[in-house]
T-cell receptor, first 111, second 113 residues
Framework: GENVEQHPSTLSVQEGDSAVIKCTYSDSASNYFPWYKQELGKRPQLIIDIRSNVGEKKDQRIAVTLNKTAKHFSLHITETQPEDSAVYFCAATDSWGKLQFGAGTQVVVTP | ETGVTQTPRHLVMGMTNKKSLKCEQHLGHNAMYWYKQSAKKPLELMFVYNFKEQTENNSVPSRFSPECPNSSHLFLHLHTLQPEDSALYLC????????????FGQGTRLTVV
């Protein structure tokens, strides 16, 4: 089955700087890669996703890149703000279409 | 409000108790899921239902018993749990089982004493 690894587990950035979270996956058949944000005490919510026929996708300050050959994908947050502080989860679908999640990255944006 | 509602939000139960978690979605989705979220661990998929039929059981102990009476409702029946079962239990739904966005409920924080 699919195995998703996520790094780093914690990330502290200064407000205004960029944050990058990286994930690797094992199933070469995976073709859908969403990113979820979970604020303290709240539900995970989708912030951006990418499919395997695309190498990069951007939505305002958030971008995701996908390298299918290397089987890794990354989340980039630019001009970070305090409200970006949360746990971010990457995920990848396995051959059956099931979402497998990474362990999460705790992002702390300090003023 | 994302349209996925879970009750109760918090639950404390003894190891000999029987309780049920409830999930309801108003999004017209066909697939529903139970996930377990423990501290510092990935979200663990427990069960998947597609069109009311269970399609996945991720080696979950029998003390967890799911029920899906229709496409809008999902239950997780609990009995004789262990303290290590304490976690946040998240319900989610998606339009289809494959490669579509999952919408999560706010979860039930379960504590087994």
């Amino acid at each position: 089955g699919e195995n998703v690894e996520q790094h780093p587990s914690t990330l502290s950035v200064q407000e205004g700087d960029s944050a990058v979270i990286k994930c690797t996956y094992s199933d070469s058949a995976s073709n859908y890669f969403p990113w979820y944000k979970q604020e303290l005490g709240k539900r995970p919510q989708l912030i951006i996703d990418i499919r395997s026929n695309v190498g990069e996708k951007k939505d305002q300050r958030i971008a995701v890149t996908l390298n299918k050959t290397a089987k890794h994908f990354s989340l980039h947050i630019t001009e970070t703000q305090p409200e970006d502080s949360a746990v971010y989860f990457c995920a990848a679908t396995d051959s059956w279409g099931k979402l497998q999640f990474g362990a999460g990255t705790q992002v702390v944006v300090t003023p | 409000e994302t349209g996925v509602t879970q009750t109760p939000r918090h639950l404390v139960m003894g190891m000999t108790n029987k309780k049920s978690l409830k999930c309801e979605q108003h999004l017209g989705h066909n697939a529903m899921y139970w996930y377990k979220q423990s501290a510092k661990k990935p979200l663990e998929l427990m069960f998947v239902y597609n069109f009311k039929e269970q399609t996945e059981n991720n080696s979950v102990p029998s003390r967890f018993s799911p029920e899906c009476p229709n496409s809008s409702h999902l239950f997780l029946h609990l009995h004789t749990l262990q303290p290590e079962d304490s976690a946040l239990y998240l319900c989610a739904s998606s339009q289809d089982r494959v490669n579509t966005e999952a919408f999560f409920g706010q979860g039930t924080r379960l504590t087994v004493v």
